[in-house]
């Protein structure tokens, strides 16, 4: 399987077929449709040192404690469609960790702006001012 710049061997994915809820009458309940694909994204040898850290930094709820994203795929009806749904999941993920993001670079705001937005401010004020009756004392 190719992401971007790597490759990622078959040996890597897990893949368990289990069976689906939801539509598909009296198959539903004998074929195991769903598909159930784990990736050990902490111990792969596929992946570099700074994706593996993007990618263990998320914090997505699909991943375990050891570092093992859990991938569950039962939109389809066939166990081929939800196997490549979920290795396209897969890969979507492991795209989203290939770049690095770019740096805030911090700036202040002018002068003018921040007399725009006090200005701003104080109109505001003197509007809810103007709803209780009282005025600025």
């Known amino acids: 399987m190719r992401v971007g710049h790597l490759s990622i061997d078959d040996d890597e994915l897990i893949e368990r077929f289990v069976r689906a809820s939801g539509p598909g009458g009296q198959n539903v309940n004998k074929v195991a449709t769903a598909v159930e694909l ?22 997505d709820r699909r991943m375990t404690a050891e570092g093992v ?26 795209d989203s960790g290939l770049s690095a993001p770019t740096p ?11 007399e725009r937005r006090l200005r701003e401010k104080r109109g505001r004020a003197s509007v809810k001012q103007g709803r209780s009756g009282q005025g600025w004392e």
């Open 38 to 59: 784990r990736f050990d994204v902490a111990r792969s040898p596929s992946l570099t040192e700074a994706v593996r850290a993007r990618l263990l930094a998320k914090r």
């Open 104 to 114: 805030r670079i911090a700036t202040r705001p002018t002068r003018a702006s921040k």
């Open 69 to 94: 994203l859990v991938l569950s795929a039962q939109r389809f009806r066939t166990q081929e469609r939800n196997r490549e749904d979920a290795r396209e999941r897969l890969a979507a993920f492991i």
